[in-house]
């Protein structure tokens, strides 16, 4: 039975529960993360959107710089520099994005993430907003229906995940040619660093994903039996316990890498050279 009283619709307890009405009895800014969460995902997710389908100042020729938002970068649209394997597909119109092949597997392998799913579950749904707090839904059902069920399908966009992460390591390591054709010489600029910086963390975001921990140790009933899998598992673990660090890190370093390469791409600023 149900009854209703100041702070709305009243459920009794499950047997052996505690008998509290309030909808939390914590007395600190529980409100403060889920709020953080929000906004941080939120800004990735406007700016991500904006700066895909802007479809310029993504390539700077002079320094190979490509940003990751536009790897690999496969239409005809492309500048042809920046096709690092090749212009395989027709021009695209304005509305399709110039890394239409990987952007989706991307945004599916972020969405699925165990550590975002809490983030915006909590955030965005309520569900529950916090530790200790009531969530205001009547009902849960969990991942078991459509369209969370789909949750499931995380460890397949991680090997796809993966694979992109080499190709963004693959376009780091162009970026250390300094000029055009014949006359292109080994250089080094801020831009490199910046490129470097962004592949460690999405190499440590990507590493320290529970999939990729699943992938090294999973299904072994005798560690004894796989000591490379075990060293592996081992070590994939540590990287796991800092998995939500490095989820936001890889987010700031995204945002950071397109940023600094768009502002030089379009002249707004130049590279600082430190060689060639």
Same mark, same amino acid.
């Given at each position: 039975?149900?009854?209703?009283?100041?702070?709305?619709?009243?459920?009794?307890?499950?047997?052996?529960?505690?008998?509290?009405?309030?909808?939390?009895?914590?007395?600190?800014?529980?409100?403060?993360?889920?709020?953080?969460?929000?906004?941080?995902?939120?800004?990735?997710?406007?700016?991500?959107?904006?700066?895909? &389908?802007?479809?310029?100042? =993504? %390539?700077?020729?002079?320094?190979? !710089?490509?940003?990751?938002?536009? +790897? #690999?970068?496969?239409? @005809?649209?492309?500048?042809?520099?920046?096709?690092?394997?090749?212009?395989?597909?027709?021009?695209?119109?304005?509305?399709?994005?110039?890394?239409?092949?990987?952007?989706?597997?991307?945004?599916? &392998?972020?969405?699925?993430? =165990? %550590?975002?799913?809490?983030?915006? !579950?909590?955030?965005?749904?309520? +569900? #529950?907003?916090?530790? @200790?707090?009531?969530?205001?839904?009547?009902?849960?059902?969990?991942?078991?229906?459509?369209?969370?069920?789909?949750?499931?399908?995380?460890?397949?966009?991680?090997?796809?995940?993966?694979?992109?992460?080499?190709?963004?390591? =693959?376009?780091?390591?162009?970026?250390?040619?300094?000029?055009?054709?014949?006359?292109?010489?080994?250089?080094?600029?801020?831009?490199?660093?910046?490129?470097?910086?962004?592949?460690?963390?999405?190499?440590?975001?990507?590493?320290?994903?529970?999939?990729?921990?699943?992938?090294?140790?999973?299904?072994?009933?005798?560690?004894?039996?796989?000591?490379?899998?075990?060293?592996?598992?081992?070590?994939?673990?540590?990287?796991?316990?800092?998995?939500?660090?490095?989820?936001?890190?890889?987010?700031?370093?995204?945002?950071?890498?397109?940023?600094?390469?768009?502002?030089?791409?379009?002249?707004?600023?130049?590279?600082?050279?430190?060689?060639?």
């Amino acid at each position: 039975m149900t009854t209703t009283h100041d702070s709305g619709t009243y459920r009794p307890p499950a047997p052996g529960r505690p008998d509290i009405r309030q909808r939390t009895l914590r007395q600190d800014r529980w409100w403060l993360p889920p709020l953080a969460n929000a906004l941080g995902l939120a800004t990735f997710v406007v700016y991500a959107t904006i700066r895909s &389908f802007w479809g310029s100042a =993504y %390539y700077v020729e002079q320094y190979h !710089y490509l940003s990751p938002f536009y +790897s #690999p970068c496969l239409s @005809a649209s492309c500048i042809q520099d920046a096709s690092h394997f090749g212009q395989i597909l027709p021009q695209f119109p304005p509305w399709i994005p110039l890394a239409i092949i990987s952007l989706p597997f991307l945004l599916a &392998f972020r969405v699925t993430c =165990y %550590y975002y799913r809490k983030s915006y !579950y909590r955030a965005f749904w309520a +569900s #529950p907003p916090a530790c @200790a707090v009531a969530e205001p839904h009547g009902r849960y059902t969990g991942e078991t229906r459509f369209p969370l069920i789909l949750q499931n399908a995380h460890r397949y966009f991680f090997y796809i995940a993966f694979v992109i992460t080499i190709i963004n390591t =693959y376009d780091m390591v162009i970026a250390f040619q300094s000029g055009t054709g014949d006359a292109a010489t080994f250089g080094l600029g801020l831009g490199n660093i910046v490129l470097l910086v962004n592949v460690v963390a999405l190499w440590l975001y990507t590493l320290s994903c529970h999939s990729c921990r699943h992938v090294t140790g999973g299904r072994l009933k005798h560690f004894s039996r796989a000591p490379a899998r075990y060293w592996m598992w081992t070590q994939l673990s540590k990287l796991n316990a800092r998995h939500m660090l490095y989820a936001w890190i890889s987010i700031g370093t995204l945002i950071a890498t397109d940023l600094y390469i768009a502002l030089v791409a379009s002249g707004t600023i130049s590279d600082l050279r430190i060689l060639n």
